[in-house]
């Protein structure tokens, strides 16, 4: 697994001119726990180091999103919430006319000794020359309304078909 933070990480984001980190990342619930961890990001914010990285094309951005997780289900479950939340940034920035020249949403979790979740957190950096307040904004807004992390929060069945 590449690492996904940190100094010399193929994921350290590159300089930007006005980096937001909408929260510290110390693992609230999940402390203690293993955990499996995943990285979308563009622009500005993406990995300077491809290795590792898969690029998806993305309505939003010019260049793509970069992933940056390994390929177990529980690592593609946090990969949905992370791109999930990405995508909605784009999206209701555009609405909320927020300039993002670059977002990292780095997204992990744990689970229990019977493999139920112990829980998913997730960051987000934001590069932007947009004031703090609509960065905020628009933060608080993909928290409400990014499907990924509503529907999870829910709860959902899964039925496997015949």
């Not at 563009?42 to 300077?48: F, K, M, Q």
């Not at 940056?68 to 949905?80: E, I, K, N, S």
């Not at 990014?146 to 078909?161: D, F």
């Amino acid at each position: 697994m590449p690492d996904l933070g940190g100094h010399g990480s193929p994921l350290t984001p590159r300089p930007a001119h006005k980096l937001r980190l909408a929260a510290p990342f110390p693992r609230g619930s999940l402390q203690g726990m293993d955990t499996y961890a995943a990285v979308c990001a563009s622009g500005t914010l993406r990995p300077a180091d491809k290795r590792g990285s898969t690029r998806f094309d993305h309505h939003w951005t010019d260049g793509g999103v970069d992933v940056v997780t390994d390929f177990t289900g529980a690592h593609l479950l946090h990969t949905a919430v992370a791109a999930c939340v990405l995508n909605d940034l784009y999206r209701e920035a555009q609405a909320l006319g927020v300039q993002l020249d670059g977002v990292r949403v780095q997204a992990e979790g744990g689970f229990n000794p019977d493999w139920s979740s112990g829980g998913i957190e997730y960051r987000v950096e934001v590069d932007s020359p947009s004031d703090q307040g609509s960065v905020d904004r628009l933060l608080a807004v993909v928290d409400e309304v990014a499907e990924i992390p509503k529907a999870l929060r829910a709860g959902t069945s899964v039925v496997r078909l015949r």
